[in-house]
């Protein structure tokens, strides 16, 4: 990533693959096309350029002749992972819609620090819009705006569990596409094009909804995560630390990573667990803290995220505790760290 670039997690990615092969095209190769490393397919943790991933989508769209590519992307990747890493996850901890939209703006400014989505209440009709608004430098980016928006609307409809609800309206800043019968499809609700904000725009009695806040669906949901950074491991050694770390990397972030929510996650009682991790020599507070070593460490390295979002993606509360915490693992601050890790890069330039 280049200095001061825009940055949003690789879990992003989830999906990608599987559309590109299905339309007969080469991932890798597109990747590479938009000078990003094709390692991330494979690297949910690691972080990449927002402007490279708009970039991205729109070769894709060009190459593979698929002018919808944005949109079809939002609806191939499974309900429980939309794109957004845990984020329906949260929505086991809340009660309404409302909430959860809130809660996962929170989320969002550790996920990525190039847009956001500004909630703006109209007083005089009582409808609610989102406005998505990028930060970063970028040109127009079409299939991205269409992909957030309609990752927003489709997870609206999985948290509240009501399948056919739709938005009040959806506004796009760019012109209108030729064919809008996949716009139609997905978004089900009026849409505006040339407008002069991108946002999606909520009645207030969907925002009341209730969401499908059942803490007894939190494991299948986690196993999700988990299985799916399985499949990413060339080796998984069925260890219990090994599935721990997993389980760990799959939630750290949301602010609700402990071991009582980790332990339901894998289907074993907390003692048991407790157990388990002993006979490995190991417990869940030092998982823990190598989880967060790792990946401290390679988000310095290998990126120029803030440290006080590093810290944030970690689930620290400020910049102190995580400082703390690296200069133990390190005997440097995150500062010095990344510092050497770019000096060290430059001379073996």
């Avoid at 693959?17 to 000078?35: D, I, P, Q, S, Y």
């Avoid at 002749?65 to 996850?89: C, K, M, T």
Wanted: with cysteine.
């Amino acid at each position: 990533m280049a200095i001061a670039d825009r940055y949003i997690r690789a879990t992003t990615l989830i999906g990608f693959r599987e559309l590109v092969e299905n339309a007969g095209g080469n991932a890798v190769k597109l990747l590479l096309a938009a000078n990003l490393d094709p390692k991330l397919l494979d690297e949910p943790d690691g972080l990449m350029s927002y402007n490279k991933l708009g970039n991205l989508l729109e070769i894709a769209s060009r190459d593979l002749a698929r002018p919808s590519l944005g949109l079809e992307w939002s609806q191939r990747v499974p309900d429980h992972a939309a794109n957004h890493g845990p984020i329906l996850f949260l929505a086991k901890f809340v009660d309404t819609l409302q909430e959860w939209m809130d809660t996962g703006l929170e989320y969002w400014k550790y996920h990525t620090n190039a847009f956001t989505m500004l909630k703006l209440p109209d007083e005089a009709t009582g409808l609610v819009a989102f406005r998505y608004v990028t930060l970063a430098q970028t040109y127009p980016a079409r299939q991205l705006t269409e992909t957030v928006l309609a990752n927003v609307c489709r997870m609206t409809r999985v948290v509240t569990e009501r399948p056919n609800e739709n938005p009040a309206i959806i506004r796009f800043q760019h012109h209108k596409p030729r064919d809008l019968s996949f716009h139609e499809q997905v978004l089900r609700c009026p849409i505006e094009f040339g407008a002069e904000h991108d946002e999606i725009v909520f009645p207030p009695e969907m925002l009341a909804y209730k969401t499908n806040g059942n803490l007894k669906l939190l494991k299948p949901l986690l196993g999700f995560y988990i299985k799916s950074r399985i499949d990413r491991m060339p080796l998984y050694d069925q260890s219990m630390t090994t599935t721990i770390a997993l389980a760990i990397q799959s939630v750290i972030g949301t602010g609700k990573c402990n071991f009582e929510l980790i332990a339901g996650a894998v289907g074993v009682p907390p003692k048991r667990l407790q157990r388990l991790l002993a006979a490995e020599g190991t417990t869940f507070t030092e998982i823990l803290d190598d989880v967060r070593s790792t990946m401290a460490q390679n988000l310095l390295a290998q990126s120029d995220a803030p440290i006080a979002n590093i810290a944030g993606l970690l689930d620290y509360s400020s910049n102190a505790p995580f400082t703390l915490a690296f200069k133990r693992w390190t005997g440097q601050t995150p500062v010095e760290f990344r510092k050497q890790q770019r000096a060290t890069l430059e001379l073996s330039n």
